[in-house]
Nanobody, 121 residues
Framework: QVQLVESGGGLAQVGESRTLSCSVS????????MGWYRQAPAKERELVAD???????TYGDSVKDRFIVSQDDGKTTVKLQMNSLKTEDTAVYYC???????????????WGEGTQVTVSS
């Protein structure tokens, strides 16, 4: 069983910074991708940033040059440093991993429950 637990959401003012953290636990899986998505009211869930193991980091166009995604060496934590926050960054942020279940070698997507980030002017 894989569990993702997010922390760090809350209220922020325009221009401030905030860091989200996601702790991954469980057994019998190998992570290929770690990252963050977000969903604003009445909008579809969108990619914020992700890291491919041994590969590139990808950022959504709206957060490039402002947000930084990182993971620890053990791939048990993925963080999202959000700088120069804007009101349009208000959304529920979801931690996401794509991992291979070593019991059946199927690749699956796993999601956290989400953490609200609200940016006010």
């Amino acid at each position: 069983q894989v569990q993702l637990v997010e922390s760090g959401g809350g209220l922020a003012q325009v221009g401030e910074s905030r860091t989200l953290s996601c702790s991954v636990s469980g057994s019998n899986f190998i992570i290929q991708v770690m990252g963050w998505y977000r969903q604003a009211p009445a909008k579809e869930r969108e990619l914020v940033a992700d890291i491919i193991t041994g590969g590139p980091t990808t950022y959504g166009d709206s957060v490039k040059d402002r947000f930084i995604v990182s993971q620890d060496d053990g791939k048990t934590t993925v963080k999202l440093q959000m700088n120069s926050l804007k009101t349009e960054d208000t959304a529920v942020y979801y931690c996401h991993i794509q991992a291979t279940d070593t019991n059946n070698y199927l690749r699956k997507d796993y999601w956290g429950e989400g953490t609200q980030v609200t940016v006010s002017s």
